[in-house]
């Protein structure tokens, strides 16, 4: 199975509330990244925590790490019906390179 | 610079047919990767290329799928004979050792 696996599998909320998914792991990483994919279109990056790291911000988003749990979760705050997209977790675990995804998130924003 | 550029961006061919999907990764890159994406199987990764070098390639369906990186600029991914369940969106992306990857539009691809 995958090395990262979002919960949930689906999430619905109306425009202003705030977005949380959880990705999980399985091995130690070196870092966790989260990506962004809008129907049709490619992954698009959102934001990279690395291992020594317990929290990142960048503008709406908040991402924590819990290596001890192997978890992280991205927090969408505020979300617009822009945010409806899907959202994948990737890990990074010593292998030149290589990330691996987990099967995502689809948010829906309702507006 | 273009970001990472993928063609065709919609392929439509019939069962029995060679396919090549073409990848140019963003300059400077060294590290590059051919994923899959159906509704079924979600994001696949195919093969991945390290310093042009392919390191993993377990992820290749079948030996009807191949993967070249002859320069630093350019890849592709070859599928010879195509059957209608290789249809899927095939993506290319690029990175820099840990950093993000930056992922093509995409390949579009449709075997009836």
């Known amino acids: 199975s995958q090395q990262g696996e979002e919960d949930p599998q689906a999430l619905s909320i109306q425009e202003g509330e705030n977005a949380t998914m959880n990705c999980s792991y399985k091995?130690?990483?070196?870092?966790l990244q989260w990506y962004r994919q809008n129907s049709g279109r490619g992954l698009v990056h959102l934001i990279l925590?690395?291992?020594?790291?317990r929290e990142k911000h960048s503008g709406r988003l908040r991402v924590t790490l819990d290596t001890s749990k192997k978890s992280s979760s991205l927090l969408i705050t505020a979300s617009r019906a822009a945010d409806t997209a899907s959202y994948f977790c990737a890990t990074d675990s010593g292998n030149a390179g290589k990330s691996t995804f987990g099967d995502g998130t689809t948010l829906t924003v309702k507006p | 610079d273009a970001g990472v550029i993928q063609s065709p961006r919609h392929e439509v061919t019939e069962m029995g047919q060679e396919v090549t999907l073409r990848c140019k990764p963003i300059?400077?890159?060294?590290?590059l990767f051919w994923y899959r994406q159906t509704m079924m199987r979600g994001l696949e990764l195919l093969i991945y290329?390290?310093?042009?070098?392919?390191?993993?390639d377990s992820g290749m369906p079948e030996d009807r799928f191949s993967a070249k990186m002859p320069n630093a600029s350019f890849s592709t991914l070859k599928i010879q004979p195509s059957e209608p369940r290789d249809s899927a969106v095939y993506f290319c992306?690029?990175?820099?050792?840990?950093?993000?990857?930056?992922f093509g539009p995409g390949t579009r691809l449709t075997v009836t």
């Open positions: 300059s400077g890159h060294n590290s």
């Open positions: 925590i690395r291992s020594n790291e």
């Open positions: 992306a690029s990175r820099t050792g840990y950093d993000e990857q930056y």
């Open positions: 091995t130690s990483i070196n870092n």
């Open positions: 290329f390290n310093n042009n070098v392919p390191i993993d």
